[in-house]
């Protein structure tokens, strides 16, 4: 027998449904559908590694969203080199990572973040990093970085069924932050084949009409908080 992939889209409420591709559309059609561009979007991963399910996944989503004409930039959060999390540290201490981590979740309105499960959470990789990014200054609260931005969040795994835990967790970490996270999330079980044989699979249809939803959804959202 076949592998089973599955791709799952999470509805507000803790709902989950299959999704069978009924939203979303072409890339034109979502670039004439009335949403804007956004000034940039930052991208990273959870997990350690491009060739990562969830690395792979990203650079998915990446390439959709140059597609649809918006720009994207793509961190790899080990290049931060960031040490374990110490709330006693004074920011006249702070490794350079924490200051370009913060720098670049400034200089961008979007986020997109494709994380593992690791133990029912979040990897030590994606938390520490989201933690040192919320660390006050004396000139500017911890939410400075986060402010104002937008999240859309997915995760991809080898087992048939994708996990919740880590996309909850996400949501309320960022959430406490002041992001606002997408109700929707994407999240791709049988991973490892799914992604081996994605391109022009049903499932890379499927995948990318989520991804061009998500998309769209993020430029509305920049949009509703623009507006007085």
Known sequence: ??????????????????????????????????????????AFSGAPGRESLNGRLLDEAVEL???????????DLR??????????????DWPRGVRSFRQLLSAH??????????????????????DWSAMATGGSSGFAPHRGKVAAIMTATAGETPPTCCLDHLRAVLSALGVMVLADEVAIG???????????????VLLRRQMETLVCELRASRIRIDRP
Do not use: Q
């Open 109 to 130: 309105d979007g986020l997109v973040i494709s994380t593992p499960e690791y133990n029912g959470s979040l990897p030590p990789l994606l938390k520490n990093a989201l």
């Open 79 to 92: 290049d931060l080199e960031l040490p374990l999390y110490d709330p006693d540290m004074e920011p006249r």
């Open 190 to 204: 049988s991973a490892g084949s799914a992604l081996d044989a994605l391109r022009g699979s049903p499932l890379y």
């Open 65 to 75: 969203i140059a597609e649809l004409g918006t720009d994207v930039s793509v961190l």
């Open 1 to 42: 027998m076949g592998c089973h992939h599955e791709l799952w889209r999470r509805h507000g409420g803790g709902l989950w449904a299959k999704s069978h591709g009924r939203s979303g559309g072409t890339a034109e059609a979502v670039m004439t559908s009335g949403c804007r561009k956004i000034a940039a979007i930052l």
